[in-house]
């Protein structure tokens, strides 16, 4: 009988706990919403970003080092790379370039132990390089539906085991991954793209929860965006019937979208801001109902 009032008792204390903490930390987000959040400072942090020959990685390169952050550039395409190093080089950032193929474990491996030596530790790992074929699925053939998941999905694991252990070791890093509105929603010509952002959100999503309740109490975060449509030219054919309400973002806006996710600590942003809640509601719709939503919209890509 004491046991059983012992065990209830402890249980209402939990509840009343739990309820405080969810209280808490709703009117934590409501305040941090109207009072917006401090951006922490990137200066002189090691920014690793893949992918900065062309796009996003290349703007984001450019923008992390107007922020005095010392970027490290990763891409399969030399040349391109190069040339980001050198204007970043030009107007004095700290920029190192290296040619790697960020699907290639062996490689990335590698490579990132002559980073360390040659640069430091690295504490911001943007995980951005990434592919979009764009077909019906009985169009993509074996090869490139391998490749897709090898550089958008495998090459975070690899970029991960490579610079996740010193971040650890340090208690101090940051991951940014890009997922994409692909990877929250299913869209027609990119199913091998989408189950790939799929993956993306949900390797981030886990090994964020999986540190959380690590007992070493490790202060690594992490930050996965959603960008709709950035204008790089990786998207051959977007359509938007609402150009005004979903616009085609121009590769500056979505890197400096980023950097301010990052900064703010955010764990989820879409590109545009609101797309992820209006997803979100959709989603709390009979399926047909958010269908017709969607045909209604008409947004997408059409095939290659
Ligand atoms: N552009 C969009 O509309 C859009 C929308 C949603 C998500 N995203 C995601 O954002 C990321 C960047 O997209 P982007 O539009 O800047 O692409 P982009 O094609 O403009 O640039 C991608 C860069 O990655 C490099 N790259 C490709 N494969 C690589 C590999 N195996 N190893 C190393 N580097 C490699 C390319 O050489 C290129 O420089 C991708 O992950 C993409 O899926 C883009």
């Known amino acids: ?152 999905v495998f090459a975070h694991f690899w970029m991960l085991e490579a610079f996740l252990p010193s971040m650890i070791q340090n208690n101090h890093g940051h991951i940014v991954a890009l997922s994409s509105m692909a990877g929250v929603m299913g869209i027609p010509n990119l199913v091998p793209y989408c189950g790939s952002k799929y993956a993306v959100r949900g390797l981030m999503e886990s090994l964020s929860e999986e540190l959380r309740e690590d007992a070493r109490q490790i202060d690594i975060k992490f930050t996965t965006i959603f960008p709709f449509i950035v204008d790089t030219g990786l998207c051959k054919k977007p359509r938007t019937r609402f150009p005004f309400l979903l616009s085609f973002v121009p590769a500056q806006t979505a890197a400096s979208a980023i950097i301010t996710a990052q900064r703010r600590n955010y764990s989820e942003v879409s590109i545009p801001r609101g797309l992820l809640y209006l997803n979100n509601i959709l989603k709390l719709f009979p399926l047909r109902a958010s269908q017709h939503m969607k045909d209604f919209f008409d947004s997408g890509v059409d095939s290659d």
């Open 1 to 152: 009988m004491f046991l059983k009032v012992y065990s209830i008792t402890i249980l209402l204390l939990d509840v009343l706990s739990l309820v405080v903490k969810v209280i808490f930390a709703v009117l934590e987000s409501v305040y941090q919403t109207i009072a917006g959040v401090a951006e922490k400072s990137v200066a002189n942090e090691i920014v690793l970003i893949t992918g900065t020959g062309h796009g996003i990685g290349k703007e984001l390169a450019h923008q992390y080092a107007s922020l005095g952050a010392i970027v490290v550039c990763w891409d399969i395409n030399q040349e391109e790379n190069d040339k980001t190093v050198h204007e970043l080089r030009k107007i004095g950032a700290k920029a190192y370039g290296y040619k790697c193929d960020v699907s290639d474990r062996d490689a990335v491996l590698t490579l990132a132990r002559k980073v360390k030596e040659e640069v430091g530790e690295v504490s911001i790992l943007v995980n951005n390089a990434g592919i979009m074929p764009c077909h019906p699925l009985l169009q993509h053939n074996p090869q490139e539906i391998r490749k897709i998941y090898e550089i958008n």
